[in-house]
């Protein structure tokens, strides 16, 4: 990625901000044929300038009229950037909505469109089938290792790793958790249950490394388990195969992924759908609210691998739908990993339902944890449509799903208007969940394993 045209492309789009009495002049002084046949550069300045003076309906006719010759990676961080500098402006605006909208949608239409190209067909008929043991002993040992951040050193610390000891340790099992640093000097005078490798841990290791790690791990547990929480980027999909002979169980987070299908694993891919719900949480309440009314929100973090969620979120605000938007940090909180947690939860708590957006910028549609942490919370999850997710719980049964903006928008008053209906709803998706996939349900699944 070019950060300095990045900065350039930003400069000039921001030109018309910063020096506003230059504004008019900006957007009068060029005809269209002139703007149309710009640069890039100049097109943003045009654009920016229109933004800036509130000149909304012209800008909405410029940009449908505009081409933007920008590489892929540098416009979809350019929507990016541009997105989260003008969505503080532009929320209680609703000229200023659209306009933004529709020049985001010019510059990267596949992929601000992409739910609009899914192709994953139709929702996969028949829940999926786990064992589960009858009793829970609590004399099981084992460890997690875990990265400890999310995107690298200075981002927000993952959570993931403490978060499957918490779910665990709730259950009475015996956990530690260590970080990937410490998989190379680790060592015990007993021999532990099992443990739970991050996949990253691996990541810059040559393969015979990773043998002879794991090897010898092997002595400290008699059970290997390989976790990816991002299985449905593929990014480890050359590697898991290696290790087959290495490891007892593959743990894939995403049972959509190319590598849930491998032959090579066959039972011993983990089909568990997550890692522990926010029930787990010792400061997490999830009493009921009042459902004489039912409220909405989102929260969540808008990403480059998903930028489609700027067409959602622009969308709600277009329309004016009642949906409290929340959108979260994708670097560094400052906080512990469960204490980020805990708020994220308080969030996801504070409204009847909360709505979830699945597509990726490739437009596939992995099934998502939020999606899990809203039934543990017992609140209602209104989601974009996920055929893989059909392996879990049941639309109009469980939950409610979309796949267009009026379908959104329909659900939303339909809803409102009708919180019996979605107290229901919720009930039966809150009961589901915790007859199958809540925290103690990971415990009793993975004790077959072991």
């Not at 997690?144 to 403490?162: I, L, Y």
């Not at 719900?277 to 400061?283: I, K, N």
């Not at 017992?378 to 009026?406: K, M, W, Y």
């Not at 939303?412 to 996939?437: D, H, M, T, W």
Request: aromatic share 14%; hydrophobic share 40%.
């Amino acid at each position: 990625m070019n950060f300095n045209i990045l900065s350039y492309y930003m400069d000039s789009l921001y030109y018309a901000q910063t020096h506003p009495h230059l504004a008019d002049f900006l957007f009068s002084s060029k005809n269209l044929e002139q703007v149309r046949d710009a640069d890039a550069a100049t097109k943003l300045m045009h654009i920016g300038g229109l933004l800036t003076t509130g000149r909304y309906e012209e800008c909405e006719q410029l940009v449908s009229q505009l081409g933007f010759d920008i590489e892929g990676v540098e416009r979809s961080y350019l929507v990016l950037v541009i997105f989260c500098n003008y969505y503080p402006r532009c929320a209680s605006n609703p000229g200023f909505v659209k306009a933004l909208l529709r020049f985001l949608e010019a510059l990267s239409p596949d992929e601000l469109l992409a739910h609009k190209q899914f192709e994953g067909g139709a929702p996969q008929n028949g829940l999926i089938s786990l064992d589960y043991a009858s009793q829970l002993s609590s004399s099981v040992r084992g460890t997690v290792f875990f990265r400890e951040f999310v995107f690298g050193n200075g981002t927000r610390k993952n959570e993931c790793g403490p978060r499957i000891r918490k779910a665990l340790a709730s259950q009475g099992w015996d956990m530690s958790f260590r970080s990937n640093e410490e998989i190379d000097t680790y060592s015990s005078p007993s021999q532990a249950d099992f443990v739970i490798i991050d996949v990253w841990a691996f990541k810059m290791m040559s393969i015979d490394t990773i043998y002879a790690t794991l090897s010898r791990l092997r002595r400290y547990f008699r059970k290997i388990i390989m976790l990816d929480i991002d299985g449905w980027a593929g990014s480890f999909d050359g590697l898991l195969p290696l290790l087959r002979d290495h490891v007892d169980y593959v743990w894939l987070y995403c049972t959509g992924s190319a590598m849930s299908k491998d032959a090579g694993f066959g039972e011993r891919c983990i089909q568990f759908p997550g890692y522990g719900g926010l029930e787990c949480l010792d400061t997490m309440m999830t009493t009921d609210l009042d459902w004489s009314t039912c409220t909405f929100s989102f929260v969540g973090s808008v990403q480059e691998y998903s930028l489609n969620r700027i067409y959602w979120i622009l969308e709600t605000l277009r329309l004016n739908l009642p949906i409290n938007i929340t959108i979260t940090r994708p670097d560094n909180d400052g906080l512990d990993p469960l204490e980020s947690q805990r708020l994220y939860g308080e969030q996801l708590a504070e409204t009847h339902a909360s709505i979830n957006f699945v597509t990726r910028r490739d437009g596939s549609r992995p099934y998502t944890g939020r999606a899990f942490e809203v039934f543990s919370l017992n609140r209602l999850l209104i989601q974009e449509s996920c055929p893989e997710f059909h392996r879990f719980f049941v639309d109009g049964e469980h939950f409610l799903e979309f796949a267009t903006i009026e379908e959104y928008a329909a659900t939303v008053e339909f809803l409102r208007l009708r919180p019996n209906i979605a107290r229901k709803i919720c009930s039966q998706g809150y009961q589901f969940y915790q007859e199958r996939y809540s925290c103690r349900k990971l415990a009793q699944h993975l004790q077959t394993l072991l």
